[in-house]
């Protein structure tokens, strides 16, 4: 085992603060990674103040993160697909058992006995995963994924989160040209959306209660924009869309978006509101509408989703914070403060 440097927190209610943890030694097929960037999901917050303690409770103390982007400096003994100096991601998966249907399929964000990059059990040390709010990661070499030479690397790992969760639901979908795509919610994962359907080359309309959005939605890559107050602009896509993307996390109707589908259309949420969305079921059975829900995605989909980014120039748009800024990032994500993800700078952990 070793020391690194870390911001954990001890408590629901204590602040994120400076700390010492222990990594693992590296095993055969190990790689450790000088952690440079990380990105601030939604989740990390949820999960440090134990907002899921329902389905997911939280153990304390809590190092969040799974959003890393970092350069490799030692490799097992085993290891093949990296060397020192490379540059590697570790998204929300550090362990699966690889032998069920879904990790033989590529599928390991379903696999039922997965080990999430922070507050799993750690089968090493004992105890629970720490995720990427630290100077280092030891990760087994199949859950690190290859960055592609030449993204900006404070923009890139949100994709590690962000990105596949937007990229995954519309691949499986078939989101491409000649396709219209709504994109709901303008936000950390809207953003990523607009970017990737415009980029695979969909008609792209994002919906949003904010008028002073619009420019941004256009500058994003959105064809057309429409105000979902707006009674009238909502009446004009009716029964027109092949997929929509639902990225909202608030309390919100969803049936006013079901309505907007084609015969045969989907409409996938990837937001989590915390209270029960009531359905009408007539929305769906005129039409033969769908409605699917998805999770990240799994490691092959994921690099397919990075090499996707690498060959379009695709990054998140990113505020880029010193760790010490952590608690107050936080506080802003509960105000939608920030276009669109936090990427904390990790270098600036050293001077802890």
């Known amino acids: 085992m070793y020391k690194a440097k870390a911001y954990s927190a001890a408590s629901a209610t204590s602040p994120l603060a400076s700390t ?12 450790q990674i000088e952690i440079l960037f990380c990105g601030i999901c939604h989740s990390d917050l949820h999960s440090v103040r134990n907002e899921w303690s329902e389905f997911m409770p939280t153990q304390y103390p809590i190092v969040p993160g799974h959003e890393i982007v970092g350069r490799v400096t030692k490799t097992g003994s085993g290891v093949t697909k990296f060397k020192p100096g490379d540059l590697g991601a570790v998204g929300c998966l550090v362990d699966s058992d690889r032998t069920c249907a879904q990790c033989k399929a590529g599928l390991e964000n379903f696999c039922p006995n997965m080990t999430l990059t922070f507050n799993s059990p750690d089968k090493h040390l004992g105890g629970v995963t720490y995720g990427g709010y630290s100077e280092s990661i030891v990760v087994d070499e199949h ?20 990105g ?19 994109v709901v919610g303008l936000g950390g994962l809207g953003h990523m959306a607009v970017k990737f359907a415009h980029a695979l080359e969909a008609h792209v309309v994002v919906f949003t209660t904010s008028a002073s959005k619009k420019e941004d939605a256009l ?21 027109s869309f092949d997929f929509i993307l639902d990225a ?3 309390e919100h109707d969803i049936n006013a978006y079901i309505n907007l589908l084609a015969i045969g259309g989907n409409l996938t949420l990837v937001g989590a509101p915390a209270k029960p969305l009531q359905l009408a079921a007539m929305g769906l059975l005129f039409g033969r509408r769908n409605l699917s829900g998805s999770l990240i995605g799994g490691l092959p989909e994921t690099q397919e989703m990075l090499d996707f980014c690498g060959a379009h120039h695709i990054t998140a748009d990113v505020e880029v914070i010193p760790i ?4 107050e990032a936080y506080e802003r994500l509960l105000k939608s403060d920030v276009k669109y993800r936090f990427s904390i700078d990790m270098a600036s952990l050293k001077s802890e």
């Open 143 to 162: 859950f690190v994924l290859r960055v592609p030479s030449g993204l900006e690397l404070s923009g890139t790992a949100p994709l590690l989160c962000a």
């Open 219 to 239: 500058r994003l890559g959105a064809n057309e924009v429409v105000i979902s107050r707006n009674a009238d602009e909502m009446k004009n896509h009716a029964g």
């Open 248 to 250: 909202v996390s608030a």
């Open 164 to 182: 596949i969760t937007t990229y995954s639901p519309m691949r499986h979908w078939g989101v491409g040209k000649g396709k219209k795509v709504g």
């Open 324 to 327: 010490q800024k952590v608690n």
């Open 20 to 31: 010492s943890i222990e990594r693992r030694e590296l095993t055969e097929r190990d790689v």
